[in-house]
């Protein structure tokens, strides 16, 4: 995030890019509350934030990592639509296999024409969703 922070420009955000960023329900909030508040505004008003109920497992696991990409896909469906959408890369195995079976490939097909982005972490996340809303990757 202090990576961000040190940014002078965000092309993306002053472009109106709209970056919807998917986790489990134990950590959306602290994105929300936490997280983006303390980003440059421009960036910080083109990101929302979706939590992602497990009906895979039960709504009792909260974590990113154990959600399944059928349970991903039904929610950024009933939210807003996004031009990039930032997903939990503890989700998919090293197969690109999320616990559903579903592929990572197959998650960025049911969202197109928006751009899909996975990175370990979220700072890491947010600054590759922008660069993609530009169109620099």
């Not at 040190?6 to 002053?14: E, Q």
């Not at 959306?28 to 979706?50: D, F, M, Q, S």
């Not at 616990?99 to 990175?119: C, F, G, Q, S």
């Amino acid at each position: 995030i202090r990576r961000l922070m040190r940014r002078k420009k965000f092309p993306a955000a002053s472009a109106g890019a709209r970056i919807r960023i998917a986790t489990g329900r134990l950590f959306a909030p602290v994105v929300r509350k936490r997280i983006i508040p303390r980003l440059p505004r421009e960036v910080a008003g083109c990101i929302n934030v979706t939590a992602v109920d497990n009906r895979l497992l039960g709504e009792s696991v909260t974590v990113a990592g154990l959600l399944s990409g059928r349970d991903i896909l039904a929610a950024l469906h009933e939210a807003e639509k996004a031009d990039v959408y930032l997903l939990p890369a503890a989700a998919v195995n090293q197969d690109g296999r999320f616990l559903d079976d579903i592929t990572l490939e197959e998650v960025k097909r049911e969202l197109e024409p928006a751009r899909v982005v996975v990175e370990e972490s979220l700072s890491a996340g947010i600054a590759s969703a922008l660069e993609t809303a530009t169109g620099k990757v």
